[in-house]
């Protein structure tokens, strides 16, 4: 392949602050959807992790546009990464790695991250890392949890994906898939169906919010549940709920907004903690991971929590801000990369909408 290599992670530099010295700074950028995200990590101590948004922008069109996300990234990348510096105290100088997220997200987007990424990989002739957005979603979880034992089961659900991974070595690459949605991602049932009971988008907090104040009562469909394969399946459930909103409307009778979105809320739960416990159980691995937006779900932390302590896995979720992307989930994987020896992009590396979990 050729191409030009930004160079090799230097030795910590002896002007920098002293946090666990020899391991290399990390700067670490996310664009792959409506977020730019920038983190900066030292030897998996997180010390800044700055977001910018371009949710509001595309909340009046129920999804994020493409192009709307591509432009914002765009205004945002600079400030973010001048404002991760001067969150930590640091220096352009102090960064001796660079992490992006090279795929899989909107094409336009990735491309903003991986051009500021090489761009400031090659100014400041450090190494540039290109990494797997679905396995920086799992690395985060190092910076609140400590190192990860391997192999380690992850469930990611967010606006875009569901998937369960198993995870031999996250450093080195080692990430099998095992199972992912077939059709609509777990997040984006909660954003069609919150669309549906006319709250806002995004739709998982609102729904998680009227959940508290129902039951769920409503026997929605728990689609694929004892299929025996680890894939999802969640647009029947937006159906089956859209189906059921319209037999009440023709009726004239009022909708019980709590129970449908406690109903809708276990129906979805139900079905990913049922499927990582028997991944678990089926792979032999005692550690489940979860992360993405929806794992900010108080009912998911609360079953997952009971359906692991029964099963005997301990389970680890990060914070909530972590769960959602950021710049600090890339640059703990680049941290955990470059500690590994793991060898650096080239800096012709492209963007890949579709990047497999393969390492780019
Ligand atoms: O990971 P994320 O910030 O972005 C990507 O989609 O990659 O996830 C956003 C998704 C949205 O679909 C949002 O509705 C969902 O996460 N979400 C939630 C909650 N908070 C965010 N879903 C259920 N319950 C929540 N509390
Ligand atoms: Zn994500």
Redesign the pocket.
């Given at each position: 392949m050729s191409g030009v290599r930004a160079g090799h992670v230097p030795p910590a530099r002896s002007d920098g602050p002293s946090v666990r010295g020899d391991a290399p700074l990390v700067l670490g950028i996310e664009t792959?959807?409506d977020?730019t995200g920038v983190g900066l990590v030292r030897g998996g101590l997180l010390l800044a992790d700055t977001l910018a948004s371009s949710v509001d922008e595309h909340a009046r069109y129920g999804g994020v546009i493409p192009e709307i996300a591509a432009r914002a990234h765009v205004e945002a990348m600079v400030p973010a990464v001048d404002r991760a510096l001067s969150q930590a105290g640091l220096r352009h100088r102090d960064v001796d790695a660079i992490a992006v997220t090279a795929g899989p997200g909107l094409a336009g987007a990735l491309l903003v991250g991986v051009a500021a990424a090489k761009a400031y990989a090659f100014a400041l002739g450090v190494p540039l890392y290109g990494v797997h957005h679905l396995a920086a979603h799992v690395a985060v979880d190092t910076l609140e949890h400590g190192p990860l034992p391997g192999p380690s089961m992850a469930l990611l659900v967010?606006?875009?994906?569901s998937s369960l991974l198993l995870v031999p070595d996250l450093a080195t690459g080692a990430v099998i898939p095992l199972g992912a949605t077939v059709d609509d991602?777990a997040?984006?049932a909660?954003?069609k169906v919150a669309r549906l009971l006319g709250m806002p988008f995004?739709?998982?907090?609102p729904?998680?919010q009227a959940a508290r104040d129902g039951s769920p009562t409503i026997a929605f469909p728990r689609a694929k549940a004892g299929d025996g394969t680890f894939d999802f399946s969640f647009s029947g459930l937006k159906t089956a709920v859209a189906r059921w909103l319209e037999a009440r409307n023709r009726a004239g009778e009022p909708i019980p907004v709590a129970a449908v979105a406690a109903s809708f809320q276990e129906a979805v739960v139900d079905v990913l903690t049922a499927k990582s416990v028997a991944a678990c159980r089926s792979h032999g691995v005692d550690t489940l991971v979860i992360g993405?937006?929806?794992a900010?779900?108080?009912r998911?932390r609360s079953l997952a929590a009971a359906r692991c302590a029964a099963a005997g896995i301990t389970l680890r979720v990060p914070r909530p801000g972590l769960?959602?992307?950021n710049g600090a989930m890339v640059a703990a994987l680049g941290s955990l990369q470059a500690a590994a020896g793991v060898t650096p992009s080239l800096l012709d590396m492209s963007a890949s909408s579709t990047l497999s979990l393969e390492r780019p």
């Amino acid at each position: 392949m050729s191409g030009v290599r930004a160079g090799h992670v230097p030795p910590a530099r002896s002007d920098g602050p002293s946090v666990r010295g020899d391991a290399p700074l990390v700067l670490g950028i996310e664009t792959s959807c409506d977020e730019t995200g920038v983190g900066l990590v030292r030897g998996g101590l997180l010390l800044a992790d700055t977001l910018a948004s371009s949710v509001d922008e595309h909340a009046r069109y129920g999804g994020v546009i493409p192009e709307i996300a591509a432009r914002a990234h765009v205004e945002a990348m600079v400030p973010a990464v001048d404002r991760a510096l001067s969150q930590a105290g640091l220096r352009h100088r102090d960064v001796d790695a660079i992490a992006v997220t090279a795929g899989p997200g909107l094409a336009g987007a990735l491309l903003v991250g991986v051009a500021a990424a090489k761009a400031y990989a090659f100014a400041l002739g450090v190494p540039l890392y290109g990494v797997h957005h679905l396995a920086a979603h799992v690395a985060v979880d190092t910076l609140e949890h400590g190192p990860l034992p391997g192999p380690s089961m992850a469930l990611l659900v967010s606006g875009g994906h569901s998937s369960l991974l198993l995870v031999p070595d996250l450093a080195t690459g080692a990430v099998i898939p095992l199972g992912a949605t077939v059709d609509d991602a777990a997040g984006e049932a909660y954003d069609k169906v919150a669309r549906l009971l006319g709250m806002p988008f995004p739709g998982g907090p609102p729904i998680d919010q009227a959940a508290r104040d129902g039951s769920p009562t409503i026997a929605f469909p728990r689609a694929k549940a004892g299929d025996g394969t680890f894939d999802f399946s969640f647009s029947g459930l937006k159906t089956a709920v859209a189906r059921w909103l319209e037999a009440r409307n023709r009726a004239g009778e009022p909708i019980p907004v709590a129970a449908v979105a406690a109903s809708f809320q276990e129906a979805v739960v139900d079905v990913l903690t049922a499927k990582s416990v028997a991944a678990c159980r089926s792979h032999g691995v005692d550690t489940l991971v979860i992360g993405g937006g929806v794992a900010a779900n108080s009912r998911l932390r609360s079953l997952a929590a009971a359906r692991c302590a029964a099963a005997g896995i301990t389970l680890r979720v990060p914070r909530p801000g972590l769960c959602t992307d950021n710049g600090a989930m890339v640059a703990a994987l680049g941290s955990l990369q470059a500690a590994a020896g793991v060898t650096p992009s080239l800096l012709d590396m492209s963007a890949s909408s579709t990047l497999s979990l393969e390492r780019p």
